[in-house]
Each structure stands twice: as C-alpha cells, then as structure tokens.
C-alpha cells in the first residue's frame, strides 16, 4: 500500500494552520491585557499612611482587611472593576474579595475578626464587587473592598499593596496604593 501524501500534506497545512491560529489568539490576548495602563486617578486617604493590625492572632482565624477607600481625585467618574492585596505573607490565604457599603457595614471595618460581636455580617450583606464601583470626580465612594484572610500558620508578618483595577474614559487602568495589615501571633 502506497501512503497517501496529499492526506499527509494536508494534515501538516491544517496543523500549521491550527498553530498559527493558536498563536494569533495567544498574541490577542496578551495584546489586551498590555492594553491596561498604569493609573494615577485614585488616592487611599490615610489608610494609605498606616498599618493596621494584631498581635494576638491564632491559626484557623479568620479576619477581614479593609483596603483603602477608593477616592477619585480626578476630574472623571472611574469604574472600579475589581481590588486585591499584592503581596501577601506566608501563613495568611486570601480566601475571598467583597465590596461592601459603608453604611450597610456602619462604617469602615479596617481589620476586624469573623465571630465577634463588633464585627459586621458580611454573609447577610450585599456585596457589590459582582458589578463596577462607580466613583464620581473628586469624591469618595461609599462602597470600599475588604479582603477575607484566613490564618493557616502564624505568619510572622502581614499583607500590603493594595492594587486597583478601573475604567476610566473608555481605557482600563491598574494603580496599586499603599496600604498594609500585621497579622502576627505566638506559638
């Protein structure tokens, strides 16, 4: 039996094809994500300028982290479309990102413990992170993000740098403010 070589051929053409595809999708998308400009529209206000923090905490508690709350000191409205923490201690496991309003949380919860009796019910709360925060110019927002950490072993440290992504003006940004939580503890 003689092998067929325009089935051969065409097998190769159609790999080529489906590489080349491949690698054009690939070059898509990385193109979208450079797309992403670096942002200077927010400010943190003074959790900016401070540590939050315990000294005191255990393995298997749960704590929530407030990162700082977006202002916009620019002159158009922004979308915050999503806030996490960049760097984050061994010992520490992000389990969750919410958004979550400041009069529903009456008022900020900066670091606080899940279970105790100050600490407001953010399962029963509506958390907004499922749609864009819109800020307005040159306000504050009323909705702020919160990080949800669990303590898997005593982290000798905390988390900090709190990034922001948000579009403004038809363009997507990040801008990465300062902020930081000490979770520390003692054997």
Known sequence: ??????????????????????????????????????????????????????????????????????TNRSAEPIEITGASITQVSEGIKVLQYGAYSLEDTEGLALLVKEGEELTPPFAALRDHSDKPVKVAPHASSDIYYLARLKITSLPDQGARYCRFVYRQGGREFTQTLDCEVALTGQT
Do not use: H
Not at 41 to 69: C, D, H, M, R, Y
């Open 1 to 70: 039996m003689v092998p067929d070589r325009t089935s051969a051929a065409s097998s190769i053409a159609k790999s080529v094809a489906l590489a080349a595809a491949t690698a054009l999708l690939i070059s898509v998308c990385a193109t979208q994500e450079q797309q992403r400009y670096q942002g200077n529209a927010l400010e943190g206000g003074i959790q900016e300028n401070g540590i939050a923090g315990s000294e005191n905490v255990k393995v298997g508690e749960t704590w929530w982290f407030a990162l700082p709350v977006p």
